[in-house]
């Protein structure tokens, strides 16, 4: 008699499961990423025929124009900044996941945002790590309301469920879902088995009953959130908390969102009152100090839907190394060796003896190519120890051949440069206004021998 499979090894990646275990998944590739999971145990004569994500699994096959289209308000959360990174507010029906560090403040965030929406609409907040004396605790440390909010204390789906089925509540917070556990699995919480599962419950219930869910995620110690690959494709909107010790700014954005822009940005800042928003986040990167130093540069990135102005600094000091270093906070450290290599090839410029060192300040991290003018013009500055004038701000992305190419929503980026008081700008000639902006000087460049010629 066949012996009964008890166990299966599933990639944290990409979900994949295998009979047994490998040190590759053929899927992805990925090395050292299959772990076992408990496979449970299906009584005699019941069958687990789950209805589907989206709702009862009918049979019934129609067209896309025989589908009725409804018009779905949004409910918004009165968080300018999470409504923002949201695409608008919260859909009804959706799954959202929130992950971050630890101490980041996405308890605290979710907190706050429940505590004011129970004021109109019914909230249960479902939390597992911390007891519900310790979660009033901190809304009153807050100052929030907390006669509305419904709160409970459970790591089990199956109880979780049943309790937000009798309650109907319009939006349901989940603490976390590495804490939730499914009854038939005998594998520990915060397994790769337990995790699916309990995503796959918990979504399930929310697109049939309409609710809006927000589960909280951790993270691993590279930044990735934790749990198998597949817990990111089940959810519609995946929010990343983003924040060190020694800044009390918090950044919220958006890696997944099927209901608005992907990669949008929102600006919070961590006071004894909780996450306050910060609703022109260029200012507060632009606290420069008195003195004019070299090597200093504010560039113009687009983030989501907006711009937002960063200062970019660099620094370029005499090696004594071998090898001399290329460091990088806030950018791609292999863009940085591209960039001097076409600094030296096209520009004339040779650094490669010296240690180069650039940080976006504020904590932002920079993924556009924007960014490829101002850092070259930055080292360079620091590599002549010549000041660049403070009302000057430069983008643009930058050739392997010297070209200085366009980029996306130039108009907007210099709209916003205007109007915090910048007079002078370097942007690519394909980014040049139709029109004068009023109170700046544009200087178009095509190639970068022209962006040199244009810093004197």
Same mark, same amino acid.
């Given at each position: 008699m066949?012996?009964?499979?008890?166990?299966?090894?599933?990639?944290?990646?990409c979900?994949?499961d295998?009979?047994?275990?490998?040190?590759?998944?053929?899927e992805?590739?990925?090395?050292?990423?299959?772990a076992?999971?408990?496979?449970s145990a299906?009584?005699?004569?019941?069958?687990?025929?789950?209805s589907?994500?989206?709702?009862?699994?009918d049979g019934?096959?129609?067209?896309?124009?025989?589908?009725?289209?409804e018009?779905?308000p949004r409910?918004t959360? $009165?968080v300018g900044? /999470?409504?923002?990174?949201l695409?608008?507010?919260?859909v009804p029906?959706?799954?959202? &996941?929130v992950?971050?560090?630890?101490g980041?403040?996405?308890?605290?965030?979710? =907190?706050?945002?429940?505590?004011k929406?129970?004021?109109?609409?019914?909230?249960?907040y479902?939390?597992g790590e911390?007891?519900?004396? %310790?979660?009033?605790?901190?809304?009153? *440390?807050l100052?929030?309301?907390t006669?509305k !909010?419904q709160i409970?204390?459970?790591t089990s789906v199956e109880?979780?469920?049943?309790?937000?089925?009798?309650l109907a509540p319009k939006? !349901?917070?989940v603490?976390s879902i %590495?804490?939730?556990?499914?009854?038939?699995?005998?594998?520990?919480?915060?397994s790769v088995?337990?995790?699916?599962?309990?995503a796959?419950?918990?979504? @399930?219930?929310?697109?049939q009953?309409?609710?809006?869910l927000?589960l909280?995620g951790?993270?691993?110690?590279?930044?990735s =959130?934790?749990?198998?690959?597949? &817990?990111e494709?089940?959810i519609?909107?995946?929010l990343? =908390?983003?924040?060190?010790?020694?800044?009390?700014?918090?950044?919220?954005r958006s890696h997944?969102? @099927?209901?608005?822009a992907?990669?949008?940005? +929102?600006?919070?800042?961590?006071?004894? #009152?909780?996450?306050?928003?910060?609703? $022109?986040p260029?200012a507060?990167?632009?606290?420069?100090?008195?003195?004019?130093?070299? +090597?200093? !540069?504010?560039?113009?990135v687009?983030e989501?839907?907006?711009p !937002?102005?960063?200062e970019?600094?660099?620094?370029?000091?005499?090696s004594?190394?071998?090898?001399?270093r @290329?460091?990088?906070v806030? /950018?791609?450290h292999n863009?940085?060796?591209m960039?001097?290599?076409?600094l030296h090839?096209?520009?004339?410029i040779?650094?490669?003896?010296?240690?180069?060192?650039?940080?976006?300040?504020?904590?932002?991290?920079?993924l556009e190519t924007?960014?490829?003018?101002?850092?070259i013009l930055a080292?360079i500055?620091?590599?002549?120890?010549?000041?660049l004038?403070?009302d000057?701000?430069?983008?643009?992305?930058v +050739? &392997?051949s010297?070209e200085? *190419?366009?980029?996306?929503? +130039?108009q907007e980026?210099?709209?916003?440069?205007a #109007?915090?008081?910048f #007079?002078r700008?370097?942007?690519?000639?394909?980014?040049a206004p @139709? %029109?004068?902006?009023?109170?700046?000087?544009?200087?178009?460049v095509r190639?970068?021998?022209?962006?040199l010629?244009? &810093?004197?």
């Amino acid at each position: 008699m066949a012996k009964k499979k008890t166990s299966a090894y599933v990639c944290n990646d990409c979900g994949a499961d295998y009979s047994k275990w490998q040190g590759q998944c053929g899927e992805c590739g990925a090395w050292n990423t299959l772990a076992e999971i408990r496979l449970s145990a299906v009584a005699s004569g019941s069958s687990r025929t789950g209805s589907g994500f989206a709702g009862a699994a009918d049979g019934v096959v129609s067209t896309l124009a025989e589908i009725e289209l409804e018009d779905i308000p949004r409910i918004t959360t $009165n968080v300018g900044e /999470l409504d923002l990174v949201l695409g608008g507010g919260l859909v009804p029906g959706s799954c959202i &996941l929130v992950g971050g560090e630890p101490g980041a403040g996405k308890s605290t965030l979710l =907190l706050q945002t429940l505590c004011k929406l129970a004021e109109s609409l019914s909230a249960l907040y479902v939390t597992g790590e911390e007891s519900p004396q %310790q979660v009033a605790m901190r809304a009153h *440390r807050l100052g929030l309301p907390t006669d509305k !909010l419904q709160i409970m204390a459970e790591t089990s789906v199956e109880t979780v469920c049943g309790t937000a089925a009798r309650l109907a509540p319009k939006i !349901l917070v989940v603490d976390s879902i %590495q804490v939730m556990q499914v009854e038939d699995i005998a594998s520990a919480p915060g397994s790769v088995s337990q995790v699916r599962e309990s995503a796959a419950m918990l979504v @399930r219930f929310a697109k049939q009953s309409g609710t809006v869910l927000l589960l909280v995620g951790h993270v691993t110690k590279d930044g990735s =959130l934790a749990g198998p690959k597949v &817990l990111e494709h089940m959810i519609d909107c995946s929010l990343m =908390l983003e924040g060190t010790s020694d800044s009390h700014f918090r950044i919220l954005r958006s890696h997944k969102n @099927r209901f608005g822009a992907v990669n949008e940005l +929102g600006v919070f800042a961590m006071t004894d #009152k909780g996450l306050r928003e910060v609703a $022109n986040p260029s200012a507060i990167f632009l606290q420069r100090g008195e003195e004019v130093a070299s +090597g200093s !540069l504010v560039m113009v990135v687009w983030e989501g839907t907006r711009p !937002l102005l960063v200062e970019l600094q660099a620094l370029v000091d005499d090696s004594h190394l071998g090898n001399p270093r @290329r460091v990088t906070v806030g /950018l791609e450290h292999n863009r940085l060796a591209m960039l001097l290599a076409v600094l030296h090839r096209h520009g004339g410029i040779m650094v490669g003896d010296q240690d180069v060192f650039v940080n976006v300040v504020g904590g932002v991290k920079v993924l556009e190519t924007s960014a490829d003018l101002a850092l070259i013009l930055a080292v360079i500055s620091s590599f002549r120890d010549h000041p660049l004038p403070r009302d000057l701000v430069v983008f643009g992305e930058v +050739g &392997l051949s010297g070209e200085i *190419r366009p980029v996306q929503n +130039g108009q907007e980026r210099l709209r916003e440069a205007a #109007k915090h008081g910048f #007079k002078r700008a370097i942007v690519p000639a394909g980014n040049a206004p @139709r %029109q004068p902006i009023k109170g700046m000087d544009v200087v178009p460049v095509r190639m970068l021998s022209d962006a040199l010629d244009a &810093l004197g």
